[in-house]
């Protein structure tokens, strides 16, 4: 977006280019300084369009570049490609529908974006703090009911013996609720079990 916005009214920018020396150095050439794989991660998470090309040849090396990246990061931190994703993705290599495939993954990571960002713009325009406390407060609720309805004695950090606070109409009402819901998930699995 912000390469698309930096060139005018829908015009979008010419990509930066980076040079790949042969001792491995990457050469930013709009800043004219030398940059790292780190860089470049932190470049396309702003946005930044980018073509990485061997110096020596000229050629385009930005696919093999952004894979390597997506290498480093899977080696350094949490690892976000499943193991399945990876041998189904190999097993494509050669296949008939190897062709279809760049596009499909494509289309699928740009809907996801954009169910991701209409999510987010859901949640800002929650109105006020009033909907997350109550969300907190519901799930806290729900999670007290599970944990009492499994482990009676457990309370939840209250003494067994210890009297229940007293819960405001509108509480009772949302605790029988969830309540009512864990006594028929527990039903589904007491048949299930048998």
């Known amino acids: 977006m912000a390469a698309e916005d930096a060139g005018g009214a829908g015009a979008k920018a010419d990509p930066i280019v980076i040079k790949k020396?042969?001792?491995?150095?990457?050469?930013?050439?709009?800043?004219?300084?030398?940059?790292?794989?780190?860089?470049?991660?932190?470049?396309?998470?702003?946005?930044?369009?980018?073509?990485?090309?061997?110096a020596k040849t000229g050629g385009d090396i930005t696919h093999s570049i952004l894979t390597q990246i997506i290498m480093e990061e899977e080696s350094q931190g949490e690892q976000m490609l499943p193991i399945s994703f990876l041998r189904q993705l190999?097993?494509?290599?050669?296949?008939?529908?190897q062709s279809l495939m760049p596009p499909y993954l494509e289309a699928a990571m740009d809907n996801f974006r954009q169910n991701q960002r209409k999510l987010q713009d859901t949640w800002s325009a929650?109105?006020?703090?009033?909907?997350?406390?109550?969300?907190?407060e519901t799930n806290m609720a729900m999670f007290q009911a599970a944990a009492e309805a499994f482990m009676p004695a457990a309370r939840t950090g209250?003494?067994?013996?210890?009297?229940?606070?007293?819960?405001t109409p509108?509480?009772?009402?949302?605790?029988?609720?969830?309540?009512a819901q864990m006594e028929a998930m527990q039903k589904k699995l007491d048949e299930l079990g048998k």
């Open 90 to 97: 190999i097993s494509m290599y050669g296949n008939s529908m």
């Open 170 to 179: 509108a509480e009772k009402t949302e605790l029988d609720v969830l309540k």
């Open 21 to 54: 020396y042969a001792n491995r150095r990457l050469y930013n050439t709009s800043t004219s300084s030398y940059i790292t794989l780190d860089d470049l991660s932190r470049m396309t998470r702003e946005g930044l369009d980018f073509r990485v090309l061997d």
């Open 158 to 167: 209250r003494d067994a013996g210890a009297p229940v606070p007293t819960a």
């Open 126 to 136: 929650a109105p006020g703090s009033d909907a997350f406390s109550k969300l907190a």
